[in-house]
Structure formats: structure tokens, C-alpha cells
């Protein structure tokens, strides 16, 4: 018997405030095989998560500020 598994896209995003210009690598995926919503798995030393009704958004920790993927 031969099971078909689907995979996870799975991504890397780099991160860069544009006011003190810290960089970061965050890792994101989609939440189950047959979804477009998005989850982080890993967010860089520095970054935060914001839930927005748009989807995820990065803020530099210090600034407070969006990055810029």
C-alpha cells in the first residue's frame, strides 16, 4: 500500500529594519497541505510577530517599526 503525502511549502524571508537597518532570517510555512495561511516558524533575535488582518507582519523589536521582507 502506497500513501501519497503532501509537503508543506516551507520559505525563509529575510527581515531588514529600515530605520536601524538589523537584519534576520525568519522561517515561514503554510499552515497544513490544502491551506494558503501562513505560520512563522522562526523569528529572528530582535523581531516580533504581528497578527494583522492582512496576514503576519515583521516589526523591528527596538524601533517598532514594519520591516521590510
Same mark, same amino acid.
Do not use: Y
Given at each position: 500500500? $502506497?500513501?501519497? !503525502?503532501?509537503?508543506?511549502?516551507? %520559505?525563509? /524571508?529575510?527581515?531588514? =529594519?529600515?530605520?536601524?537597518?538589523? #537584519?534576520?532570517?525568519?522561517?515561514?510555512?503554510? #499552515?497544513?497541505?490544502?491551506? %494558503?495561511?501562513? +505560520? #512563522?516558524?522562526?523569528?529572528? /533575535?530582535?523581531?516580533?510577530?504581528? +497578527?494583522? +488582518? $492582512?496576514?503576519? !507582519?515583521? $516589526? =523591528?523589536?527596538?524601533?517598532?517599526?514594519?520591516?521590510?521582507?
Amino acid at each position: 500500500m $502506497h500513501v501519497l !503525502e503532501m509537503m508543506r511549502e516551507q %520559505w525563509i /524571508e529575510k527581515l531588514v =529594519c529600515p530605520n536601524c537597518r538589523k #537584519t534576520g532570517m525568519a522561517e515561514l510555512s503554510q #499552515t497544513d497541505d490544502l491551506s %494558503w495561511d501562513v +505560520q #512563522t516558524d522562526s523569528v529572528p /533575535e530582535g523581531f516580533d510577530v504581528i +497578527q494583522s +488582518q $492582512h496576514g503576519i !507582519e515583521f $516589526h =523591528c523589536a527596538s524601533c517598532d517599526v514594519p520591516v521590510e521582507p
